[in-house]
């Protein structure tokens, strides 16, 4: 049985067979072809924070593959009121076929695979969003019909998103350069354990120079869930960390700009380039719904044939 709880717990051979399955069932759904590999299978779904993408697209994609997924918010289930992540998993685990948790705090979903016999997914913690990642990366490969050889340049809060990225990047073969303000560069741990992988990773405050020749373009939020309170200062610090007209420009041409959303337009990146050619967000976006079918698809039947 496996979990994906960082993006490194998949190898490169493993993220290829996970974006072959979506894309298979992509265009399957895109013929109307039903597919129903999860039938009488159960997800339970946990989240400690607000969702629209992770939580709509696991649940659609369950129902789509002939299952049911369980929306547990988690001030509605007991450990909302002091039951222990342990038990929790030990308990549901043993209704469920696979779990996906969103929580505060990355050691909350290492401690429900610890503890659950069936597969536990990482839907965003505060180190790492593995399930975005394998989204992002079907969609480079619809673009650029690869996803090795490429320069990827993170623009802004070196946070979540950009550690998975970081290590993403490392095992599938990409260039990272991640441009960000001082003391908001991503945590050390995953560079480290990204060139250990093999990873060219560069962290530079200089962002005209991080888009030189890039042929992509991503950026999150200055504020996370969680950060709310920085929210001022945050903004302030990282004013400058835009994808605007002027950053594109020095990328290259054909550069595709990512977000993984929700956007703040002129905070983050402008209306301007969200909204224009070079932006592929929604594809991204929709790409979510492929990629976690794939994902469940991936771990069950990895469970199946134990
Ligand atoms: N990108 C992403 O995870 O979106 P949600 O927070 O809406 O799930
Ligand atoms: N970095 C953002 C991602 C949201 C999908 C957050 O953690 O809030």
Not at 38 to 45: T, V
Not at 262 to 275: L, N, S
């Amino acid at each position: 049985m496996r979990h994906l709880i960082s993006i490194a717990d998949l190898s490169n051979a493993d993220i290829t067979e996970i974006l072959d399955i979506a894309a298979d069932i992509k265009e399957k759904r895109r013929k109307g072809k039903i597919t129903d590999l999860l039938k009488n299978k159960s997800l339970g779904m946990i989240f400690e924070k607000a969702s629209t993408r992770t939580r709509v697209s696991f649940e659609v994609g369950m129902n789509d593959l002939g299952g049911n997924a369980i929306y547990l918010n988690s001030n509605d289930i007991q450990i909302g009121r002091g039951e222990t992540v342990e038990d929790t998993a030990k308990v549901i685990s043993s209704y469920l076929h696979a779990i996906i948790a969103r929580v505060y705090d990355h050691e909350t979903v290492v401690k429900l695979a610890g503890n659950s016999k069936v597969p536990v997914i990482n839907a965003l913690s505060d180190e790492e969003h593995p399930t975005q990642i394998l989204a992002d990366l079907l969609t480079i490969r619809e673009y650029k019909n690869r996803i090795s050889n490429l320069k990827f340049v993170w623009v802004g809060d070196g946070n979540n998103v950009c550690n998975s990225l970081i290590l993403a990047c490392a095992i599938v073969g990409m260039e990272m350069v991640a441009a960000c303000p001082k003391g908001y560069e991503p945590d050390e741990k995953y560079i480290r354990k990204a060139r250990e992988l093999g990873g060219v990773i560069t962290v530079t405050q200089d962002i005209k120079e991080a888009a030189k020749d890039a042929d992509i373009l991503y950026t999150d939020v200055w504020v996370s869930m969680g950060d709310e309170d920085e929210a001022e200062q945050r903004i302030k610090d990282l004013s400058d960390y835009q994808i605007n007209k002027s950053l594109l420009d020095i990328a290259k041409p054909d550069v595709i700009v990512m977000h993984c959303l929700p956007a703040h337009r002129e905070m983050e990146i402008t209306a301007e380039v969200i909204d224009g050619p070079s932006s592929v967000v929604f594809e991204q976006a929709e790409n979510r719904l492929h990629a976690h079918k794939a994902i469940l698809l991936f771990l069950l039947d990895q469970k199946e044939e134990e």
